[in-house]
């Protein structure tokens, strides 16, 4: 059988043989070629400077694969650059594990690819090495990705979610739950007028910029599953401080607020991809600020609330109408499947 | 920039001029019961509570639907998973809530075929699209879901969709405010009504409830200036000693109601009495398929052979739901029964008291 004409992946693409190497060499090869992957070895082989390095890794299993501003290959991508950016890193090189689905459409498969090296080059950073798997029907949903990777830390940073102090401020990069909104209406096949788009974003540029200001940053983290509310969470018990966020700072479009609103979920507790958050020292708040909406992704960030000494581990909201709240970790889910 | 419709009733300025009329013309310690869940999850998320006089206690009463569907019903939609070529179609919510072993989120990861949907056309949907299998939707809520369950059944039987059936556990409002009244030890000052339920029924559906007991009432929305809004007409009602049956949410709720729902409403379904978990039977409280339609009933088409399981010991969503107790006073809350871990199912819905306090306290 002849895999390569085939308009599918057949089981034939991930056995080892003819259709594998075709499958590498013609269609992800020319996509993600580098000086390191073209070694064609089994692992890749990269020079690292002497200092700290930060090692992450994640898998992504979206559902659906495609939705309103990218798919699981660009997701995949920013994730991780996202994470290892979050460690104060400068994302270098990462790896690719592809779980296929027998039977999914080629087109699909070279989309998702494309988008994948696409997401690499804007991030500045190289997939290096990788793995390809086909599945029999119905062991895998269509397609599921794993990418990890490495980064170089500055000399001199230090961030971590248990260094986050009593008066530092808490800095959102943009708006919340766009991407957890998006992945919804995706996949509920829910309409609603305006731009419901995933926020997937590579921050790695932001970081950099912010860390080689000068400025201070104590704690960096990207509130993807579980949101804003649960990643302050974690970030609170970790340091043994507490939160209070401001509800009338809390940067939101107003058609995923009006989402929110009518399925009631909770904003705070909704899935970003591209948003991350910075607890600074309140003196250099303000200058932390301005370098992240000088990024392109980063252009509604705002100051959201502060780090207080009151009740350790727990995170509160001062409403718009002058009450209190608490925000607690989300318990269970809102929604299935949304990385 | 203007505000929008909506952020009118959010209005900062307009709520600090609401709280300060509170505390000013609140002199008694009042009972006041938000009869509704989705009140009792707007009322945390905008900490309402803490900007109340403390002459105010705020009571979380029966009207979250998920609280006080009946364990043994909770037990048959758990049993119709387990038949063969099912499909369990369920609104979310529902999904964690324990009857007396598990779950229907227990039975899916058990290989059940359970889905969750946003509307119960969407039951009829897959039902159309699974001609093998029957599909079942688990009904449950008050008279806001009662007439689309009771169009959907008018369409399925249009449209000839036999494989379709609803296991109804739906229920009415009023009837549980007249029980709630006469129950002993209940004391409440005063009724926050439903506003999406009171779309349905209109101001008149408590009139009879209102004229036996004498409760001041007010039906209102779901934003914080709503509430605060209503909270002043029962402290006003209250402190000049003349009970009224308010409307405080002219922008949604008609005299009358929509009469064209409780027409599909009442083509479909019959009264009947029903069991409300924590509380037990109330009569007339809920609504069973006609005998025209009876063969969309799930409970007729299958044999479940289910067994009375007494609720948990210890569990105190009964007195809660009744405004008897806060959930900060039952043994098991925050010790046993957390939203990981719920043993009632005030702790399970997201509406319910015992997890909105957990949540939001």
């Known amino acids: 059988m002849n895999a390569e004409n085939n308009n599918t992946i057949l089981l034939d693409h991930g056995a080892g043989g003819k259709a594998s190497h075709a499958l590498f060499s013609k269609m992800i090869l020319p996509l993600f070629s580098n000086e390191y992957l073209d070694m064609g070895d089994d692992g890749a082989v990269y020079p690292v400077p002497a200092g700290r390095m930060a090692f992450s890794t994640d898998s992504y299993v979206v559902d659906p694969i495609f939705f309103n501003g990218g798919n699981i290959g660009d997701l995949a991508v920013n994730g991780t650059v996202n994470d290892i950016a979050m460690c104060g890193a400068i994302p270098l090189y990462i790896s690719v594990g592809l779980i296929i689905e027998e039977g999914l459409p080629i087109n699909d498969f070279q989309e998702i690819i494309k988008s994948m090296a696409t997401a690499a080059g804007r991030a500045g950073v190289k997939i290096v090495t990788g793995d390809t798997k086909v599945v029999p029907r119905g062991k895998a949903d269509k397609i599921f990705i794993n990418t990890s990777g490495v980064g170089m830390i500055p000399d001199g940073v230090n961030v971590s979610g248990s260094r986050a102090l009593p008066g530092d401020k808490i800095i959102l990069s943009g708006t919340m739950a766009d991407h957890g909104i998006a992945i919804l209406t995706a996949r509920e096949g829910l309409t609603f007028d305006g731009d419901l788009k995933t926020d997937s974003a590579p921050l790695n540029h932001m970081v950099k910029t912010m860390l080689s200001s000068g400025c201070e940053v104590h704690v960096l983290r990207d509130p993807t599953r579980g949101g804003v509310g649960t990643t302050l969470n974690e970030i609170a018990s970790q340091s043994g401080v507490g939160m209070t966020l401001f509800e009338k700072d809390l940067p939101i479009k107003k058609q995923v607020n009006g989402v929110c609103e009518l399925l009631g979920f909770d904003p705070l507790y909704i899935a970003n991809e591209g948003k991350l958050l910075a607890i600074v020292p309140e003196k250099q708040a303000s200058k932390v600020l301005d370098l992240i909406k000088a990024d392109t992704f980063g252009k509604n960030a705002a100051i959201i609330g502060q780090v207080t000494d009151q009740r350790p581990g727990k995170v509160f909201l001062e409403t718009a109408i002058g009450g209190q709240r608490l925000v607690d970790m989300l318990t269970g889910e809102q929604l299935p499947r949304i990385c | ?361």
């Not at chain 2, 009463?61 to 049993?79: H, S, Y």
């Not at chain 2, 899916?108 to 119960?120: E, H, P, Q």
């Not at chain 2, 007439?147 to 449209?159: C, G």
């Not at chain 2, 719920?342 to 319910?352: D, N």
């Open chain 2, 1 to 361: 920039m203007g505000l929008t419709y909506l952020e009118k009733f959010r209005d900062p300025s307009l709520a600090k001029n609401l709280v300060a009329a509170i505390h000013k013309e609140s002199r008694h310690p009042l009972r006041l019961m938000e009869v509704c869940g989705t009140h009792t999850m707007a009322i945390f998320r905008h900490g309402i509570r803490n900007i109340l006089p403390e002459t105010i206690t705020l009571l979380s009463g029966p009207g979250c639907p998920v609280c006080v569907t009946a364990q043994k019903d909770i037990d048959a939609f758990v049993a119709v998973s387990r038949q063969p070529d099912v499909i369990v179609t369920t609104f979310g919510d529902l999904m964690r809530v324990p009857g007396s072993g598990t779950t229907l989120a227990g039975q899916k990861g058990a290989g059940a075929d359970v889905r969750m949907v946003y509307s119960v056309f969407d039951a009829v949907t897959i039902a159309r699209q699974n001609p093998e299998k029957q599909v079942v939707f688990c009904a449950v809520g008050f008279e806001t879901t009662i007439p689309t369950i009771a169009a959907a059944v008018l369409m399925a039987a249009k449209e000839k969709v036999t494989n379709f059936s609803i296991y109804g556990a739906n229920k009415l409002t009023p009837p549980a405010l007249a029980a709630l009244m006469t129950t002993p030890g209940v004391s409440i000052d005063g009724f926050i009504l439903p506003g999406h339920v009171s779309v349905i029924t209109g101001v008149d559906a408590y009139r009879s409830v209102f004229e036996t007991h004498k409760v001041p009432s007010v039906i209102t929305g779901f934003e914080p200036i709503d509430i605060l809004h209503a909270v002043l007409m029962l402290v006003r009602q209250n402190e000049s000693g003349v009970p009224a049956l308010e409307n405080a949410y002219p922008r949604a709720v008609r005299q009358s109601g929509n009469p064209k729902a409780r027409e599909v409403m009442h083509q479909v379904f019959t009264v009947c009495d029903a069991a409300w978990r924590g509380i037990g039977l109330i009569k007339n409280s809920g609504m069973e398929l006609k005998p025209d339609f009876k063969v969309f009933d799930a409970g007729a088409r299958f044999e479940l052979n289910l067994t009375d399981v007494a609720e948990p010991k210890g569990c105190a969503c009964g007195e809660i739901l009744m405004g008897l107790k806060t959930p900060v006073a039952c043994a098991l809350y925050k010790k046993v029964c957390t939203p990981m871990t719920p043993v009632g199912p005030c702790m399970v819905s997201s509406e319910g008291a015992c997890a909105a306090y957990y949540n939001y306290g």
